[in-house]
C-alpha cells in the first residue's frame, strides 16, 4: 500500500479514526461517546433464533436512500440484554422495510418495535394499522441525548452485549459529540464519506424499551363508565380485568370477545344487549 494513499486516508479522517483503522491503536477521545473498554467487554455471544417464552424488543431506524434502515433486536427477558438480530436496509423503499420489520417483529414473539419517527409518522401509522406493539419516537437533541445515554448506562452497568458485529462495534467506537457554531451538542456519526451511525440509533431505540417504558393509556371500559361493580384495573395491561361479572354472572374480561355470546339472540355484555348489534336495545335497569 503506497504512503500516498495512506496521507490521503489521514486527511478525510480525524486523528482518532487514523490512529485506530491505519495505526491499530485503540484510545479514547474526548469527542468519543462509548469508551473502547466498554465496548470490547461488551461483545460477548452470537445472534440467535427467536425462542419460545423470551421477550424481545425491536429499535428501528428507518432511512431511504441517503442513509440505511437499521434494525436491531434486543432480547430483554433476563437482566443483561443481548443482541439477537441484526440487519441493515439499504436500497429498499419504505413497503419493503415495513414487510421485513414486521416479519423480523413476528419471528421474535411479537416484539415491541421503537422506532424513529421524525419525518416517518406515516411509517408508525402502518405498523399501528397492522396491529403491532410500538412505541414512536421524535428526535430532538434532548431526546438523542437521552437514547444515547441510555445506552452507556447499560454498557457501564454491564447490562448489554452484542456479538462481534464490525459494523456496529465500528459505529459505537466513532461515535462522537461536536459543538455547532449555535453551541448546541451534536451527536452522531463523524462528518466524513462513509460514515454511519443508524445501528447506533437503532440499538438505541430497542435499549429504550427497558430505560424508559412507554406510559400506558388507561382504557375505561363501558362496564366502569356505567358503574358496574366487580371489576378493577390490571396495572400489568391497563385495561379492565373481570373478577365477577354483574348479576353473579359467570367472570369474564370485557377485552375477551369469547365472553360476549349469549344463546344466539345476538351479543350480550353481562347482561346488556350489545350496542354495536343491529336491532340492540338498552337495558331499563341502566
Known sequence: MSRPYIDAQRVTMTDLQFRVEWLAEFLDDQATVFRWALIERAIQGELAQPIPGHRYALGWDPAKYHDRSAVIVLDTTFQQWRVVACETLEGRDYGRQLAQVGTLAGAYNNAFVVMDVTGNAALYEQLVAA?????????????????????VLALEHGMLTFPHLPALIQELRFYEFRLTD????????????????????????????????????EVVSLAQQLGVAGYEID??????????????????????????????GGSSYGGMDDPLTPGWTSDPRY
Request: hydrophobic fraction near 40%.
Open 131 to 151: 396491529g403491532m406493539d410500538c412505541e414512536g419516537v421524535v428526535f430532538t437533541n434532548p431526546v438523542k441525548q437521552a437514547l444515547i445515554d441510555n445506552v
Open 182 to 217: 449555535a453551541g448546541n451538542v451534536k451527536l452522531g456519526a463523524p462528518d466524513r464519506a462513509g460514515a454511519f451511525d443508524d445501528l447506533t440509533t437503532a440499538l438505541a431505540l430497542a435499549v429504550k424499551s427497558q430505560m424508559q417504558p412507554p406510559e400506558r393509556v
Open 235 to 264: 396495572p400489568r395491561y391497563g385495561h379492565q380485568q373481570g373478577i365477577a361479572a354483574p348479576y353473579g354472572a359467570a367472570a369474564f374480561d370485557p377485552y375477551d370477545l369469547s365472553a360476549y355470546n349469549n344463546d344466539g
